[in-house]
């Protein structure tokens, strides 16, 4: 069965930076592009990034631009986001998920970063 | 952006009893390709969300089918005609339509 498995949670000081991961596993990792989502406490969610399924070709949301990196390992099935700069209002829970033609029906278990002095 | 919202953000209902939220987006969903990507997701506490319709209507595997999807114009609703205790939670909108993809707020069903 398809399993998306991240990294553990991490806290992080203001101006720091984060890298979290998700390990694909159940399906053929190259055939999928890979989304990144964000849920802050209490709040909706919101689109940070993508990469395509070849690894060639990343889209990042507005107001992450220049703050995030996605990259992906298709030796081991592995996706990754790195947020840079942080602030105190990028804590939350990031999911990774997989992404079927404007549909995510498979989410990673999240991982919360939290951001404090 | 598509902005998505969604009414009721909280949503009482008695076991037994059915329960409509609403979803309207602020432009056509409709892709250039013809389809639809306006998704429903049920998000219990503590877990990650569950996917329960796709492509407005479609039920995913092992979905009940009193959860159902509709669409007119813009709004989009989804329906849970007879509540059970295990439905309570967060459900939410999201579209696959445009760049960047976007959500609905949520709405909090509880029973009551």
């Known amino acids: 069965q398809v399993q998306l498995v991240q990294s553990g949670a991490e806290v992080k000081k203001p101006g720091a930076s984060v890298k979290i991961s998700c390990k694909a596993s159940?399906?053929?990792?190259?055939?999928?592009?890979m989304h990144w989502v964000r849920q802050a406490p209490g709040q909706g969610f919101e689109w940070i990034g993508r990469?395509?399924?070849?690894?060639?070709?990343?889209t990042y949301a507005q107001k992450f631009q220049g703050r995030v990196t996605v990259t992906r390992d298709s030796s081991t099935s592995t996706l990754y986001m790195e947020l840079s700069s942080l602030r105190s209002d990028d804590t939350g829970l990031y999911y990774c998920?997989?992404?079927?033609?404007?549909?995510?029906?498979?989410w990673g278990q999240g991982t919360l970063v939290t951001v404090s002095s | 952006d598509a902005v998505m919202t969604q009414s009721p953000l909280s949503l009482p209902v008695t076991l037994g009893q059915s329960a409509s939220i609403s979803c309207r987006s602020s432009?056509?969903?409709?892709?250039?390709?013809?389809?639809?990507?306006l998704n429903w997701y049920h998000q219990r506490p503590g877990q990650s969300p569950r996917r329960l319709i796709y492509?407005?209507?479609t039920r995913d595997s092992g979905v009940p089918d009193r959860f159902s999807g509709s669409e007119s114009g813009t709004d989009f609703t989804l329906v849970i005609s007879s509540v059970e205790a295990e439905d309570a939670g967060v459900y939410f909108c999201m579209q696959g339509t445009h760049w960047p993809y976007t959500f609905g707020q949520g709405t909090k069903l509880e029973i009551k």
């Open positions: 492509r407005v209507s």
């Open positions: 159940g399906y053929t990792f190259s055939d999928y592009d």
């Open positions: 990469i395509q399924n070849t690894g060639d070709r990343t």
């Open positions: 432009q056509s969903l409709i892709h250039r390709n013809g389809n639809t990507y």
């Open positions: 998920t997989r992404d079927w033609f404007g549909s995510y029906e498979h």
